[in-house]
């Protein structure tokens, strides 16, 4: 069974300023990867980063960084130069052999 | 490329009707899963299929099921419908199963289903 649990249901930070958002799972799968994706009102479900459990070293794409400690189970994603854009539900997710496995969200605004 | 092409976009159903989702997958991808997304909450697995197998199954009733063509696009039917199946459905497509090597995940943008 997979869980993942997103602790923080809102989260603001200033334009240009650096955020955090946290998730930890928990999967008896010993091959799995780990994701967020972002969710505009448009509700379209965007993906943002990927990370394979097997790879130590932390994903990266642009802005958008994760800290991923496979040992604690915690896949934090860090957003730097916040754009007005990047206001939007981010949702932390695990895939096993067959299934995604989502958190409840985080939803995240931008302060101008 | 089109991505991910999900229909209807939006519909109403009443109590009782039946309701036929449709998805096609990006090209060369075999796998398609459906998730439903109830407001608020995060999305729910409810099928996946890869090469048209059923891979897997969640805790939904039998009212839900779906298939797999040839062509690798897929329907999700939801018979007896409830007020409490009002949800966005996520229609999301792979190369591979999920935990494929070098595998990503991409969703459509879903149909909304209204009950009433």
């Known amino acids: 069974a997979q869980t993942v649990t997103q602790s923080q249901p809102e989260m603001s930070v200033q334009e240009a300023e650096t955020v955090t958002l946290s998730c930890t799972y928990d999967?008896?799968?010993?091959?799995?990867?780990l994701f967020w994706y972002k969710q505009p009102p448009s509700r379209q479900m965007i993906l943002v980063i990927r990370?394979?459990?097997?790879?130590?070293q932390n994903a990266t794409e642009n802005r958008f960084s994760v800290n991923f400690q496979k040992a604690a189970k915690s896949f934090s994603l860090k957003i730097s130069d916040s754009q007005l854009g990047d206001a939007a539900m981010y949702f932390c997710?695990?895939?096993?052999?067959?299934?995604?496995?989502f958190g409840q969200g985080t939803r995240l605004t931008i302060n101008p | 490329d089109a991505g991910v092409t999900q229909s209807p976009t939006h519909l109403i159903k009443t109590r009782g009707q039946h309701v036929t989702l449709r998805c096609s997958p990006i090209?060369?991808?075999?796998?398609v899963s459906w998730y439903q997304q109830v407001l608020g909450q995060g999305p729910q697995f409810i099928f996946q299929?890869?090469?048209?197998?059923?891979?897997g199954r969640g805790n939904f009733p039998d009212r839900f099921s779906a298939r797999q063509f040839p062509n690798y696009s897929s329907e999700l039917n939801v018979n007896a419908l409830l007020l409490g199946d009002s949800a966005l459905y996520l229609c999301?497509?792979?190369?591979?199963?999920?935990?494929?090597?070098?595998?990503?995940?991409?969703f459509g943008e879903g149909s909304w289903l209204t009950v009433v």
């Open positions: 997710a695990c895939a096993g052999a067959q299934k995604l496995v």
């Open positions: 999967t008896s799968e010993s091959d799995y990867y």
């Open positions: 299929y890869y090469e048209k197998e059923e891979r």
């Open positions: 090209s060369g991808h075999k796998s």
């Open positions: 990370q394979e459990a097997y790879k130590q």
């Open positions: 999301a497509s792979s190369l591979l199963p999920p935990t494929g090597i070098g595998n990503t995940i991409y």
